[in-house]
Every structure is written in structure tokens, then in C-alpha cells.
């Protein structure tokens, strides 16, 4: 079964991803691949996410496309707005999936076949947080490895 991480009570959660990205990134991968990342939520988020990842962080740069651009097969950052989008151009991108919608996603089966870690980001906004706790219980009767990371403790 797939490992299934939950990050909660995130208050910005396109500051969170960024983060999230720079820190994945700047890990070593298990079998010594270059890290890859896609990124999924709606296509507002993901405009917005676009612009900060330029801008988030003086020193540090967190190359990205948009999985319908040209070179996009070269950059470690996907962004797609519409999960079956990868149904029809296959990244090379099969690492990390972090996850920004609030719904839960179809096919997740064969998606967890293609990234063998999937990071769901929730901020502390009701709606996001019930969606959440649903999709968990979800995929915990899948039989998921689920991790959570309650970041209102990080906070405090």
C-alpha cells in the first residue's frame, strides 16, 4: 500500500507547499533519482502558487512548469490542475504528488501506483478540514500507510 501524508492546520497552504517543495527537493532520493514533484490543486491555487514560487524566497529557486508546457518533461516541478491530465501526457515525474484540492480524487489506485508518496496539504479552514478527515478515513480503510502532521503544534 501506498504512504498516504497528511499535513493539517496549515494556515497558507501556498506558502506551506512551497516549503514543502524546497524541502523535498533538498533531499536525497532513496534510490539516488533526481527529486520530482507534481503538483495538484484548482487552477486558481496553482496561478497563485506559480507567482510565489518565483518569488517566496530570495535565495533559493524552485524550478517549475505547468505539465502542458514546453520542457515541462525537464523541470522537477509539476504543476496540473486536472488529475486525468496525467492520464494523458506521462511525466517522467513519478516521486511526490502533493495534493491541494479539497475533494477527494478518482482513480486513486492507479495514481498511487505512479507516486509512491502522496502529501495532502489542509489548511484550517473548516470545509478543507472535514474534507480532509474524510479522504483519511478513506484511505485508511484502504489500508494505506497514513501519516499525519498536525501543524497547529508546529506553530505553537
Known sequence: M??????????????????????ILASSHPQGLPRT????????????????????????????????????HETPILLVDQLSELDHQAPAHRDVLIYLHTQAPQGLDALLERFPRWIEVVTTQENELKAGRERFKGYRALGHELHHFDQSKAAA
Not at 5 to 21: A, I, P, T
Not at 40 to 62: A, M, Q, V
Open 2 to 23: 501506498a504512504r498516504i501524508d497528511f499535513h493539517s492546520h496549515v494556515s497558507d497552504k501556498l506558502q506551506y507547499c512551497c516549503r514543502l517543495s524546497r524541502k
Open 37 to 72: 514533484i507534481v503538483i495538484t490543486g484548482s487552477k486558481n491555487d496553482l496561478n497563485n502558487l506559480d507567482d510565489l514560487l518565483w518569488t517566496f524566497s530570495k535565495t533559493d529557486f524552485l524550478p517549475h512548469a505547468w505539465l502542458h508546457h514546453e520542457g515541462a
